[in-house]
């Protein structure tokens, strides 16, 4: 009996160090799962951090802020003798002569030496009597694709904010080769450089899609490696405008809208920003409904009050809808007015640069 409870007694305790032994293992192998998965997500942060920062490094002594005495916009050096790209509506109607600032507060004066042909939005510059600045190089044609991620470097809103650096990612390439982001941009950053992570100019950073408030909406165009290489050889033959050659896009002013139910018919396009604005007069504590429908996209609505402030009229949104409600796709708002004054309607679609036909219309409830 005793040698048989001795035997159970010692069967018993090999298999309670076998078990406490195999949770030990289990325990040691997940802690060290744990630490490795963390290991690798710190790697790859780190790693996305140094390119970041590699890309910083090489190209920002290399961009510049364009000044005119009126206002001001980005550029690029592309030669070690001075040439710099920029947009052409940042110098449309320059003195001949105008500034450009680089990270290091040096400022040197720059020749408006010719515009793109044709209606591109490009123009070059040239410092004189410069042999060695740093320079940018550009990528090779077609080396985007949608996905990439992408840096954008210039001095958006004010001078002061030069040398300013965000990131994202190419989200569309349009048929014309232009290179849609979301890397935020804003006024100022026209003609800075759209970089890949090996610094290399993929773009030049040109317009975005803003609300009335100006609040940038993750929309951002730029022009194509392929055309600024086009338009660099243009410059080196000569072959250049003396003036812009943009064609003056029609000016689309905010349309009036009376809150009488009356239907208005009109459409989302380019030439728009596939943006429409409407402005009407409200009052205190006024119950509105405002709907959008249309048949070929999906439409999106927003209700901005107008506001006076020691800067201008501040556009303060009020509410936004996007759908109607569950399976209708079309968008209606339903408020009522927190003062007397001017409100901007914002019609526009959820998917952003899509185009269509649509019918608004506007009525005060009682």
């Known amino acids: 009996m005793n040698g048989k409870l001795f035997r159970f007694s010692g069967l018993s305790l090999c298999i309670l160090f076998n078990l406490l032994t195999v949770t030990a293992v289990?325990?040691?192998?997940?802690?060290?799962?744990?630490?490795?998965?963390?290991?690798?997500?710190?790697?790859?942060?780190?790693a996305e951090e140094q390119i970041a920062r590699s890309v910083y490094k090489k190209v920002s002594p290399a961009v510049v802020t364009v000044k005119d005495g009126r206002g001001h916009g980005s550029g690029f050096v592309v030669s070690q003798d001075g040439l710099i790209v920029t947009n052409a509506h940042v110098v449309e109607g320059s003195p001949s002569v105008v500034t450009v600032e680089f990270k290091d507060g040096k400022q040197l004066p720059a020749d408006v030496m010719g515009f793109a042909k044709g209606g591109l939005d490009l123009a070059v510059l040239k410092i004189h009597n410069q042999k060695n600045l740093r320079t940018i190089a550009l990528a090779s044609n077609g080396s985007t694709e949608v996905g990439d991620r992408v840096f954008a470097l210039g001095s958006p809103l004010d001078p002061e904010f030069k040398d300013t650096f965000t990131q994202g990612n190419i989200t569309r390439i349009n048929n014309d080769g232009e290179v849609q982001h979301?890397?935020?941009?804003?006024?100022?950053?026209?003609?800075g450089p759209l970089l890949n992570s090996k610094a290399e100019v993929i773009g030049v950073n040109t317009s975005i899609i803003g609300s009335p408030g100006k609040l940038n909406t993750g929309m951002n165009f730029s022009i194509p490696v392929s055309n600024i290489r086009s338009f660099i050889a243009a410059a080196s033959k000569k072959d250049l405008s003396t003036v812009s050659t943009l064609t003056k896009p029609q000016q689309r002013e905010f349309t009036a809208i009376s809150l009488n139910g009356q239907?208005?018919?009109?459409?989302?396009?380019?030439?728009n920003s596939f943006v429409n604005l409407y402005v009407f007069r409200g009052k205190t504590a006024q119950k509105v409904v405002i709907e959008m429908t249309s048949k070929s996209m999906?439409?999106?609505?927003?209700?901005?009050?107008l506001v006076e402030t020691s800067e201008g009229n501040q556009a303060n949104k009020i509410v936004e809808n996007d759908d109607r409600g569950a399976g209708d796709f079309n968008s209606r708002i339903a408020t009522?007015?927190?003062?007397?004054g001017i409100y901007v309607i914002e019609a526009k679609s959820s998917a952003g640069s899509q185009s269509g036909d649509y019918s608004l219309q506007a009525i005060v409830k009682p």
Not at 183 to 190: F, L, M, R, T
Request: proline share 6%; no cysteine.
């Open 26 to 46: 289990e325990q040691l192998l997940s802690d060290r799962g744990n630490k490795l998965a963390y290991s690798n997500r710190a790697i790859a942060q780190t």
């Open 182 to 191: 979301n890397a935020p941009i804003y006024g100022g950053n026209s003609g």
């Open 263 to 271: 239907i208005i018919n009109d459409k989302l396009t380019k030439d």
């Open 298 to 305: 999906n439409p999106a609505l927003a209700l901005y009050q």
């Open 336 to 340: 009522t007015l927190p003062a007397d």
